[in-house]
Antibody, heavy 119, light 107 residues
Framework: EVQLVESGGGLVQPGRSLRLSCSAS????????IYWVRQAPGKGLEYVSV????????YYADSVKGRFTISRDNSKNTLYLQMSSLRAEDTALYYC????????????WGQGTLVTVSS | SYELTQPPSVSVSPGQTARITCSGD??????AYWYQQKSGQAPVLVIY???KRPSGIPERFSGSSSGTMATLTISGAQVEDEADYYC??????????FGTGTKVTVL
């Protein structure tokens, strides 16, 4: 069974940094691209970033480009999202999601970790 | 930036048919995908590549696409289908985007 478990969320002040993790199991982690998707309270889904299976290619939404860095450690079956220069509008539930193998869309999602940016 | 537009809400009586639309300029050349998100839960894929249904998704869920509009249809809607639904696709440059979301009420 595919399992994705996010962690690392919490309350952080504007301008500070935070690193999220996503631990994966139930599939061959190193064979799949993985996404970060976020959802602000009461709002819709927003694509944040995706990383290729070997980590060689990364893509970001314009809203986080230059502030967020996605990475992965295939030896640990773990995905990361390093978030810096955080803003109030980054407050959201952050999901990691596994690609279906096509590199186009996510098929399985974790339960999310909440990031709150506030002074 | 690329946008996928959905109606904010759709209401349907149990057993009736609900149709949720998703409008986007790149849809004639790009697949649409649909996710169901029940309250307090993570999204679940219900349709991929316009009209394919993942295993475990009830047959009452179907998808279609024509021109700049994709449609998710729930035939014989059940109370448990009440949820938010999001379309998803890419633009001509490969940028990924979710639709604005539609709240489906079954009552």
């Amino acid at each position: 069974e595919v399992q994705l478990v996010e962690s690392g969320g919490g309350l952080v002040q504007p301008g500070r940094s935070l690193r999220l993790s996503c631990s994966a199991s139930g599939f061959t982690f190193s064979s799949y691209a993985i996404y970060w998707v976020r959802q602000a309270p009461g709002k819709g889904l927003e694509y944040v970033s995706v990383i290729s299976s070997n980590g060689g290619s990364t893509y970001y939404a314009d809203s986080v480009k230059g502030r967020f860095t996605i990475s992965r450690d295939n030896s640990k079956n773990t995905l990361y999202l390093q978030m810096s220069s955080l803003r109030a509008e980054d407050t959201a539930l952050y999901y990691c999601a596994k690609d279906d193998i096509s590199g186009i869309y996510p098929d399985y999602w974790g339960q999310g970790t909440l990031v709150t940016v506030s002074s | 930036s690329y946008e996928l537009t959905q109606p904010p809400s759709v209401s349907v009586s149990p057993g009736q048919t609900a149709r949720i639309t998703c409008s986007g300029d790149a849809l004639p050349k790009k697949y649409a995908y649909w996710y169901q998100q029940k309250s307090g839960q993570a999204p679940v894929l219900v349709i991929y590549e316009d009209s394919k249904r993942p295993s475990g998704i009830p047959e009452r869920f179907s998808g279609s696409s024509s021109g700049t509009m994709a449609t998710l249809t729930i035939s014989g809607a059940q109370v448990e289908d009440e949820a938010d639904y999001y379309c998803y696709s890419t633009d001509s440059s490969g940028n990924r985007v979710f639709g604005t979301g539609t709240k489906v009420t079954v009552l």
